[in-house]
């Protein structure tokens, strides 16, 4: 199994930036995708991003586009989102998660982290 523990969350201005961590740790962690969802409370959970650990390639809903970066230390088990000109739509908790496949569908993944609480002030 795979263990995830995301961290840098917090309380940001409208334009502000956040980098979300993510660390992976288990059995064969470095041979999954990895991706970010977010959920606000009563609203339905969306894919953000994704990557690949070996291909490096990435993958984002539009709503991010130009705006969030996902991004991976391969020698850390970390992966990251970098989040530049923050909204107050973005406000949310966002989950850290793991799957066999290079996908934005919820079921793809397999494993899910804790989540950390991301709010943007206007």
């Known amino acids: 199994q795979v263990q995830l523990v995301e961290s840098g969350g917090g309380l940001v201005q409208a334009g502000g930036s956040l980098r979300l961590s993510c660390a992976a740790s288990g059995r064969t962690f470095s041979s999954y995708v990895m991706g970010w969802f977010r959920q606000a409370p009563g609203l339905e959970r969306e894919f953000v991003a994704a990557?690949?650990?070996?291909?490096?390639?990435?993958l984002y809903t539009d709503s991010v586009k130009g705006r969030f970066t996902i991004s991976r230390d391969n020698a850390k088990n970390t992966v990251y989102l970098q989040m530049n000109s923050l909204k107050p739509e973005d406000t949310a908790v966002y989950y850290c998660?793991?799957?066999?496949?290079?996908?934005?569908?919820?079921?793809?993944?397999?494993?899910w982290g804790q989540g950390t609480q991301v709010t943007v002030s206007s």
């Open positions: 998660a793991a799957g066999n496949a290079y996908s934005r569908y919820y079921s793809s993944y397999d494993y």
């Open positions: 990557i690949s650990w070996t291909g490096g390639r990435t």
